[in-house]
């Protein structure tokens, strides 16, 4: 197995439901704390999940800072692995991550049977999340705040800082969720196709909140 495979296989059992529900946003590479990191897979529906993939070819150099990264952004974060890597990942991850592990069957079709549910995130970051906002949304955001002239013309820093003194935790997020799902020019990604991939009966536990 190798990253490409695993990644098409989750997006074809795991998130097609959230690829049909047009209301959902499934993103790939998604840059975190402006380019700092990059989430393998990101889903927007109602909360902000992150996917962090390690295949048996991976090591688990990164996966540290990874995790930061992940905490200032994801409400739900959860790692998919090989078996290979699983005792090793499980020290490494807070408590809160979710771990799905990924294997094959007889016929070298991919199964994702989830070891531990992700629990909701007690350290979102808000000026980490205020980072997913480009330029121009923030400004938006400050102009229907009643916030004119030059500070809209203030470098990204000075504006995620006035979001977050002006927005609370819950409505800054639920903001950056509906930017991130009305953008337009995402780069394309892996879409689920009929026959790829095989799901476990009952292997399935993924607690999406």
Not at 117 to 125: A, E, H, Q, S, W
Not at 193 to 201: E, K, Q, Y
Request: charged share 25%; proline share 4%; glycine share 4%.
């Amino acid at each position: 197995m190798n990253d490409p495979e695993i990644r098409q296989a989750f997006h074809n059992i795991v998130l097609r439901n959230y690829h049909e529900d047009s209301d959902a946003l499934v993103v790939d590479e998604l840059g975190l704390e402006e380019g700092k990191c990059r989430a393998d897979i990101a889903v927007v529906n109602g909360n902000l999940d992150g996917y962090e993939i390690k295949s048996g070819a991976d090591s688990l150099t990164r996966l540290n800072q990874q995790v930061i990264s992940y905490n200032a952004v994801f409400d739900h974060s959860s790692i998919i692995l090989e078996e290979k890597h699983l005792a090793d990942a499980s020290r490494k991850l807070p408590v809160w991550w979710g771990i799905i592990l990924v294997s094959e069957n007889m016929h070298e079709e991919l199964m994702f049977e989830t070891i531990k549910p992700p629990l909701m995130n007690p350290i979102v970051n808000n000026y980490a999340v205020a980072q997913l906002l480009w330029r121009e949304e923030a400004q938006e955001i400050l102009f229907n705040l009643g916030i004119r002239g030059s500070r809209l013309r203030q470098k990204r820093s000075i504006l995620y800082s006035d979001i977050i003194e002006m927005i609370d935790s819950v409505g800054l997020r639920c903001i950056v969720r509906e930017y991130l799902k009305k953008r337009q020019n995402w780069r394309p990604l892996v879409r689920p196709s009929l026959n790829d991939g095989l799901c476990r009966p009952n292997a399935m536990s993924l607690n999406f909140q």
